[in-house]
């Protein structure tokens, strides 16, 4: 199992939209509709922002959005604020009873 | 709200065994609709999942750590944890504990709901 594919740093203006896109191959992000977002600040643990591809857990804003294409998850983020400035991870499940991460994103609010 | 807490050594000597517990709070690790995951993060890398265990001791690993690693569970003291072999200067990470909702699936998927805050875990001699 290899890491899913993210770029490894995405910034914007307060107010932009940016989308981080998470690459696998069709045994894992195309192959099942169970693709999950996560927020980590430095030193703390992750935040689940987004499951099932495109689906909120309570709590978390509607300017955090999923979508996926294919062998390609993305994860906007609309009206970009200062503390969205972070590291952002996705995870895919493979099958088998086995998940994989996303290599990581760092978003820089300019 | 579930909470869960990690305890274990932050020190271990290479190829020795790393023991490490995750006790689960606010909740019921016996629960049916979860599992009981291990996630470690190396000093400034990425995420990488290593296991889960269900309620029952069924547990799965990421095939890459699956001969060095092994997670139980103890229902009666809510806590589960992972053992790991032959330890190298490579398994130095943060290791996190988490729990992963099945969402009415067979298997959890990775859509970890409730984290513990990590505890790092140096290899060196």
Redesign the interface.
């Known amino acids: ?1 290899s ?1 899913l594919t993210q770029p490894r740093s995405v910034s914007g203006s307060p107010g932009q939209s940016v989308t981080i896109s998470c690459t696998g191959t069709s045994s894992d992000v195309g192959g ?1 509709n ?1 693709v ?1 977002w ?1 927020q980590q600040y430095p030193g ?5 922002l987004i ?2 591809v495109t689906e909120r ?1 309570s709590g978390v804003p509607d300017r955090f959005s999923g979508s996926k294409s294919g062998n390609t998850a993305s994860l906007t983020i609309s009206g970009l604020q200062a503390d969205d400035e972070a590291d952002y ?1 996705c ?3 493979t099958g ?9 994103t760092e978003v820089t609010v300019l | 709200q579930m909470q869960l807490q990690e305890s274990g050594p932050g020190l271990v000597q290479p190829s020795q065994t790393l023991s490490l517990t995750c006790t689960v709070s606010g909740g019921s690790i016996s629960r049916t609709d979860y599992y009981w995951s291990w ?1 470690r993060q190396s000093p400034g890398k ?4 290593i296991g ?1 265990i269900f309620y029952n001791g069924n547990a ?5 750590l699956k001969s060095r690693a092994t997670i139980s569970i103890d229902t009666s003291k809510s806590q589960f944890s992972l053992w790991l072999t032959s330890l190298t200067a490579a398994d130095t990470a943060v290791y ?1 504990c ?1 729990s992963d909702p099945r ?1 009415g699936r067979t ?7 409730y ?4 505890t790092l875990v140096t290899v060196s001699s």
């Open positions: 199992q890491a099942h169970y999950s996560y703390k643990a992750p935040k689940l499951f099932d857990p991870y995870s895919s499940y088998w009873y086995a998940y994989v991460f996303g290599t990581g | 996630i990425g995420l990488e999942w889960y799965y690993y990421t095939p890459s996190y988490a969402r298997a959890a998927v990775g859509s970890s709901d984290w513990g805050q990590g």
